[in-house]
């Protein structure tokens, strides 16, 4: 009798059979891995589904740390510039970044759930599903930014009226929001098509098109800002003018590389159609992330609604601080997107034990990296802030509420790691209600509360965050350790 033939992996060992493979893992439809295949004469891309899983958390990680670290030190920079045109401008700015993350919080959850239908299919070897979803959620990604840019570019001034800020902090504020509004739609072919690539295994791209246009933005920023040369004075709204021209530039040269074939998926528009029951098991997974972000951004808005009677002056330090602790937290993003892949394609290709594997050496390698962060910056952070602000009641607010905030930064670390590799396992029902419960029935009302009842004053609203940060990092620990996740379905 003919001997039935046998998959086997790069190295030439056997593949489990797709019948035995843990539950919810995309079956395979070839046997060629396509993270092991040259792409347009590129050396062979590594298969993160094998080998050490450190190497690999690594491999991934770094240049998702570098392109994050990039993105995030735009927003920095530009709150320096915005700086000199005073506490207004800090301000305006500042509050008006928290409304464009509230918005791009939704579209952020679908690529939540892109990236775990592509991840699963890509360990699976189902390259056709891989490329099948990145289609249908570059359609969608589109359609939704569209709308949002419209809504956004009428109703930014209302926006901020909300928060019953003074007259020249919503003008300034405005200015900045409606343009950044209306260039959703490049932001969102950026983020989208590295979310793509990332999610297939391939991070050194979108790192490349982060240095590139993230240096166009810091270039471009201050030239706008004070009308250098022959650009023109825009003053609050050049870091946005210069913000929208970086992500056209970023999201043309990922669509290239997408459709060119110079990654590890090359895009087509042929049967190029809706396929809605592809859509739906996406928004199924993404949703949920949906609902997160934008909840967890809400959750900034509201804390900055408790901030706000304490005057301009405490809005700005606020501000400052949550632009620092961007680049604090960067190491975590990496490490927890890198270890999100990894879950992803391990659970796709049977391995749920190495995907879990994965999941606790990040978040105890991210943990040992931001304890050390969080002493430098508990040591300096007045002099951080400094950089930031000249006034020295901003100074002094500002360096207080990064001192408490170390409390917390000592287990957000692990947190942020463990609650990415849910989502990258589909499991993003799990960080939506960990993250609802811990914020909206302990952050929210101890920040409106611990100002009233201590004398600690405005710093209670920072001790209100460290503790809900204790309790997500307890949570995601404890169910982790279930491993449910490793049986969840996409």
Not at 263 to 289: C, H, N, Q, S
Not at 383 to 390: D, G, K
């Amino acid at each position: 009798m003919k001997e039935k033939p046998v998959s086997r992996d790069n190295s030439g060992s056997k593949l489990p059979p797709a019948s035995s493979r843990e539950a919810g893992a995309v079956t395979a439809k070839t046997n060629t891995n396509p993270t092991a295949v040259k792409v347009a004469g590129l050396p062979a891309p590594r298969d993160w589904t094998q080998g050490s899983i450190t190497g690999s958390l690594w491999g991934l990680a770094w240049p998702i740390i570098i392109s994050s670290s990039l993105n995030n030190l735009g927003p920095v920079i530009d709150a320096i510039w915005v700086g000199k045109l005073g506490s207004a401008a800090v301000a305006g700015v500042g509050v008006a970044g928290m409304i464009v993350g509230v918005v791009l919080s939704l579209i952020m959850g679908l690529f939540m759930g892109l990236g775990a239908l592509v991840a699963r299919a890509i360990g699976a070897n189902d390259k056709e599903t891989a490329v099948k979803a990145a289609r249908q959620g570059i359609m969608v990604g589109i359609f939704m930014s569209i709308i949002l840019a419209i809504i956004g570019a009428f109703f930014s001034r209302h926006f901020l009226r909300i928060f019953g800020l003074a007259p020249d902090v919503v003008a300034a504020g405005a200015a900045y929001l409606s343009i950044q509004f209306i260039g959703m739609v490049t932001m969102v072919f950026e983020m989208l098509t590295n979310s793509v690539m990332q999610a297939s295994g391939d991070t050194m791209n979108p790192m490349r098109i982060a240095l590139v246009a993230r240096a166009l933005a810091i270039a471009l920023s201050p030239c706008f800002v004070f009308g250098l040369g022959i650009f023109p004075e825009l003053g609050v709204r050049g870091p946005a003018v210069a913000s929208v021209v970086s992500f056209f530039l970023g999201g043309s040269i990922g669509v290239w590389l997408l459709f060119s074939g110079r990654t590890r998926l090359k895009l087509t528009l042929d049967k190029l159609e809706i396929d809605f029951p592809l859509i739906w098991r996406m928004v199924k997974i993404g949703l949920p992330a949906a609902v997160n972000f934008v909840q967890m951004n809400i959750v900034a808005v509201v804390v900055m609604e408790a901030i706000a009677p304490f005057g301009t002056v405490a809005v700005a330090a606020q501000t400052i601080c949550s632009r620092v602790e961007m680049l604090f937290m960067m190491p975590a993003m990496g490490f927890g997107q890198a270890a999100s892949v990894l879950t992803g394609q391990n659970l796709g290709a049977g391995k749920p034990e190495r995907a879990e594997k994965g999941g606790w050496i990040a978040a105890l390698l991210v943990n040992a990296i931001i304890a050390v962060l969080a002493l430098v910056v508990v040591i300096s952070s007045p002099q951080i802030m400094r950089i930031f602000s000249n006034d020295p009641q901003v100074i002094k607010i500002g360096a207080t509420f990064l001192r408490i905030a170390g409390a917390g930064y000592i287990v957000i670390g692990g947190a942020i790691v463990l609650s990415s590799c849910l989502n990258g396992a589909g499991d993003t029902l799990i960080p939506m209600a960990t993250n609802m419960v811990s914020m909206w029935a302990i952050q929210v009302p101890l920040a409106f509360l611990l100002p009233g009842v201590s004398s600690i004053g405005i710093y209670g609203i920072r001790w209100a965050g460290v503790i809900s940060i204790w309790l997500r990092a307890i949570a995601f620990v404890v169910y982790f350790r279930t491993g449910r996740w490793k049986r969840r379905k996409v």
